[in-house]
């Protein structure tokens, strides 16, 4: 069975310092890694994906995840917080070349950016 | 290139009442879910559509839940009749078969049940 574990249900950064949303998983299988944004009242948008590429994966808005198979993480970094990333994050996980096309998702975690 | 559609975006209802949410995936999508979002919690899969075939609706509570995706495009899901711990977000996604892993959400029918 898959799972997700995202430690820090809340995170808060200062505008301009790193960001870290931890991300662990468990698969019996090479899976796929997504991290997906969701602002208030809105959908998921999708950040970034590993798909057994590069272990390091680029995003949109300036944000990258690195998949670490020897710790089963898949962190999602960005070097400086703007207000705008204020915003609840998803990682989740799908069964990669033996998928069933559904996704696992983490419980979230809601970053906060303090001006 | 229009993003998947969901309406209403938002409704109330009275318990016991039926409600029916409607998606329309991104054009040339063949795989449609429907996911429920608990209040703080990730979306969990409700049903899965291959075109107009249901593939995986292990998750869908089918005592009060229907849902279906006749020519296999838009889709209904539907609550009869609807309790008071079914209000939460449903969304509805779709991917195609380039892209298979990646799925595209949609904003969301946001339900609350009085």
């Known amino acids: 069975a898959q799972s997700v574990t995202q430690l820090g249900s809340h995170v808060s950064v200062s505008e301009g310092a790193l960001v870290l949303l931890r991300c662990n998983y468990s698969?019996?299988?090479?899976?796929?890694l997504f991290w997906y944004v969701q602002y208030p009242n809105q959908g998921l948008q999708l950040l970034l994906k590993?798909?057994?590429?590069?272990?390091l994966v680029k995003g949109i808005n300036g944000f990258e995840a690195e998949f670490k198979k020897s710790e089963t993480s898949f962190h999602l970094t960005k070097p400086s917080a703007h207000m705008s990333d204020a915003a609840e994050y998803f990682c989740?996980?799908?069964?990669?070349?033996?998928?069933?096309?559904?996704?696992?998702f983490g419980q979230g975690t809601t970053l906060q950016v303090k001006p | 290139e229009a993003g998947v559609v969901q309406s209403p975006r938002y409704k109330i209802i009275e318990k016991k009442q039926p409600v029916a949410f409607w998606c329309n995936p991104i054009?040339?999508?063949?795989?449609l879910y429907w996911y429920l979002q608990n209040l703080g919690q990730g979306p969990e899969l409700l049903i899965r559509?291959?075109?107009?075939?249901?593939?995986?609706d292990s998750q869908l509570p089918k005592d009060r839940f229907s849902a279906e995706r006749l020519k296999g495009v838009d889709s209904t899901l539907k609550i009869q009749p609807a309790e008071l711990g079914d209000s939460a977000v449903y969304l509805c996604?779709?991917?195609?078969?380039?892209?298979?892993?990646?799925?595209?959400f949609g904003p969301g029918t946001r339900l609350t049940v009085l």
């Open positions: 996604a779709s991917s195609d078969r380039s892209s298979y892993n990646e799925q595209f």
């Open positions: 698969s019996s299988v090479p899976p796929y």
């Open positions: 590993y798909t057994s590429a590069a272990t």
């Open positions: 989740a996980v799908s069964g990669g070349s033996s998928n069933t096309g559904k996704l696992i």
């Open positions: 054009s040339g999508h063949n795989t």
């Open positions: 559509y291959e075109n107009e075939e249901a593939v995986d």
